[in-house]
């Protein structure tokens, strides 16, 4: 079966510094990944999604970026944090283009407090 | 202006009650999921309905995409403490077979016993 990691759980980091956040998948091959982030009263944003390794499409302009070394892992960058940058951010997996059904599967996130 | 629409934002209802949660669009849903995520964690997947007049259900969960694939309905029967949390919809609008998928904001559910 098909599992989905993210770490870290749990991020406290000050306005100015770096920022990477991971998220591996196990048990398939090739999957779309995705990263969103989800803040109170905006529901999810889809930030970056990749259909294979070092192909990275953004749907916000903003100060972050993605990278997808592996086929199954997925990073999420910053060179310098905002306050804003501070939400609720998912991993998502799902199969290729091609199947009938698109269901992503979501790993269980990171709560990143930017102060 | 936000492309799926859920209502009510948030619901409050008596242990053994039923409920209903709605997810309309303007556009045509290629495929409608329906999500549930416990605070602070990740989304669990429900069901998916592409057909319209789709009707699916799992336990005491029954979702249904119209004739019209415009909107969907997700009910609960005899609702439950367990059932509590945040119910999102998401659907492809962007044909079959595309990658991303829209999100509505999402609708609170408390049960209470």
């Known amino acids: 079966s098909q599992t989905i990691h993210q770490w870290p759980a749990t991020l406290v980091q000050p306005v100015g510094s770096p920022l990477s956040l991971e998220c591996t998948v196990e048990g398939t091959s090739n999957p779309n990944l995705y990263w969103y982030r989800q803040a109170a009263g905006r529901g999810l944003q889809l930030l970056f999604y990749s259909v294979g390794i070092g192909q990275i499409s953004s749907e916000v302009p903003q100060n972050l970026s993605a990278s997808r070394p592996q086929d199954r892992q997925f990073i999420l960058s910053s060179k310098k944090l905002l306050l804003s940058d501070s939400g609720f951010y998912l991993c998502a997996w799902s199969r290729l283009r091609g199947f009938e059904y698109n269901e992503q599967f979501f790993g269980p996130g990171t709560r990143l407090t930017v102060l | 202006s936000q492309e799926l629409e859920q209502s009510p934002q948030s619901l409050i209802v008596q242990e053994g009650k039923n409920l209903t949660i709605n997810c309309t669009s303007s556009k045509t849903l290629y495929g409608l999921y329906w999500y549930k995520q416990k605070y602070g964690e990740g989304l669990i997947f429900l069901m998916m309905l592409q057909k319209g007049g789709e009707e699916k259900s799992h336990e005491k969960i029954t979702a249904k995409l119209d004739e019209k694939k415009q909107q969907s309905s997700l009910h609960i029967t005899a609702s439950q403490p367990s059932h509590a949390g945040i119910y999102l919809c998401?659907?492809?609008?962007?044909?079959?077979?595309?990658?991303?998928?829209?999100f509505g904001k999402g609708t609170k559910l408390s049960v209470i016993p």
């Open positions: 998401g659907a492809d609008m962007g044909g079959a077979g595309s990658y991303q998928l829209t």
